[in-house]
């Protein structure tokens, strides 16, 4: 069965860096396009950022574009994601996901909906 530990988050002033991980297991790591996800309290769970099986696409949604950079170790099953210019906007538990697809429009494919990790917290505030 899948299986994802994300880790990494804390609490972090404005302007400042973390840098997330997320360990996967239960599916062919290297097979699957991997997403970035974050849910703010009050709020839906909201798309981040996603990266191919190969590492040769990327996309990210336009509130972390330019701040943040999803990638990925095949060799080690594991994804990254380092978030540099925290804003207090950015506070949210973030997730790890496998896709079976998605495109530079911001479009989306959950391949295990139902598979969510714990989760890391990730709090900017001065």
């Known amino acids: 069965q899948v299986q994802l530990e994300e880790s990494g988050g804390g609490l972090v002033q404005p302007g400042g860096s973390l840098r997330l991980s997320c360990a996967a297991s239960g599916f062919t790591f290297g097979g699957y396009a991997m997403g970035w996800f974050r849910r703010a309290p009050g709020k839906e769970r909201e798309y981040v950022a996603a990266?191919?099986?190969?590492?040769?696409?990327?996309h990210y949604t336009e509130a972390v574009k330019g701040r943040f950079t999803i990638s990925r170790d095949n060799a080690k099953n594991t994804l990254g994601l380092q978030m540099n210019r925290l804003k207090p906007e950015d506070t949210a538990m973030y997730y790890c996901?496998?896709?079976?697809?998605?495109?530079?429009?911001?479009?989306?494919?959950?391949?295990?909906?139902?598979?969510w990790g714990p989760g890391t917290q990730v709090t900017v505030s001065s």
């Open positions: 990266v191919s099986w190969s590492s040769t696409s990327t």
């Open positions: 996901a496998p896709l079976q697809r998605f495109g530079q429009n911001g479009f989306y494919e959950l391949s295990e909906p139902n598979a």
